[in-house]
């Protein structure tokens, strides 16, 4: 196999491309490295990457892909370049129509016509919406998205599909629930609760607590991609396309999570409770059971462990953390 990994500068991109690396894998990295969040943390990652070669493109950028494309003939992609946050798409939805739509169009282009043998792509959990009915399934309709950034998403897997159904293209998507571990993004909760544990803020705990999460540990996640990227689906009386939860299949509720992050720091929040946010929904679950039928694994990493282990890296970069959370 020779791979590309898109938004390789990114939380699970960095964590797959280092595996995939120390595996002996032929691996390319790409990401145009922007500044939703702070390019210092993408630089940090990029730098223990080591010699993998590294491209700084945007996926939006047809031409630039092609001319990599062309040169590097690649046999697998995974893609988890995209604009990412549920809430910040509220107020830049635009943003969300270049990276998510254009860019993704262009990677199924440029696969589809440098005859990739499979690609992989990241979705969401946000996808199945406010629905009521749990845990959440591959087959339900998840047609009711929360916001653009999940709407985008679920445009994502139809526009694989329709690519797997005219051109046999092999597509997976692979519906992300909740990842967290060292080097996570500053904009979500483990880094931003810790961000304010160090300095003995307040948090902010939306919805008056009333939410949970199916955290996900990142080397869970990993894992399953690892396992899932030889295996393009066959589609044989059907589009060769292909959906998965990753998931632990757990859900925790968020104050049991701020309990946890609290005693593997060792000190107590000052909780401001608040509304739900716009875009935002109550509670995730993952049903695992088609992942775990096809690669005989699903995430096991509980979360006092994956949080252990966060706070164990937070403690040699609590700087980082910081800087990436005020940036």
């Not at 990227?229 to 589009?239: E, I, M, T, Y």
Request: with cysteine.
């Amino acid at each position: 196999m020779k791979i590309l990994v898109t938004g390789a500068a990114g939380f699970i991109g960095f964590h797959l491309t280092l595996r995939l690396a120390n595996d002996g894998h032929d691996v390319v990295a790409l990401d145009n490295l922007n500044d939703y969040y702070a390019v210092s943390l993408k630089g940090a990652r990029l730098e223990r990457l080591g010699d993998v070669p590294f491209h700084t493109i945007d996926i939006a950028d047809l031409k630039a892909l092609d001319a990599l494309f062309a040169q590097e003939r690649f046999t697998h992609v995974v893609h988890l370049a995209a604009q990412a946050g549920v809430r910040y798409s509220v107020d830049h939805p635009h943003e969300y129509g270049l990276s998510n739509l254009t860019g993704f169009l262009n990677i199924l282009d440029v696969c589809n016509r440098y005859q990739v043998e499979h690609l992989l792509y990241a979705s969401s959990s946000s996808v199945y919406g406010r629905q009521e009915t749990l845990p959440f399934r591959e087959t339900d309709a998840a047609n009711q998205p929360a916001s653009i950034y999940a709407a985008s998403k679920r445009a994502n897997e139809m526009m694989a599909y329709s690519y797997a159904d005219l051109h046999r293209l092999p597509a997976t998507g692979m519906r992300f629930f909740t990842v967290y571990g060292p080097w996570g993004r500053p904009d979500m909760a483990p880094c931003m609760f810790a961000a304010s544990l160090l300095r003995d803020e307040p948090i902010d705990v939306f919805n008056h607590g009333r939410m949970a999460r199916d955290f996900t540990y990142i080397d869970d996640v990993v894992e399953c991609i690892v396992r899932l990227l030889p295996l393009p689906p066959k589609g044989q009386d059907s589009a060769p396309h292909e959906i998965y939860n990753l998931g632990r299949g757990k859900p925790v509720a968020l104050l049991d999570f701020v309990e946890t992050l609290e005693s593997a720091m060792g000190t107590t929040a000052t909780k401001h409770f608040k509304q739900m946010q716009l875009g935002d929904i109550e509670k995730t679950w993952a049903d695992t059971e088609k992942l775990r039928s096809v690669i005989d694994y699903t995430p096991q990493i509980s979360l006092e462990v994956g949080i252990g282990r966060f706070v164990r890296w937070l403690e040699s970069h609590h700087e980082l953390v910081l800087e990436s959370v005020d940036a």
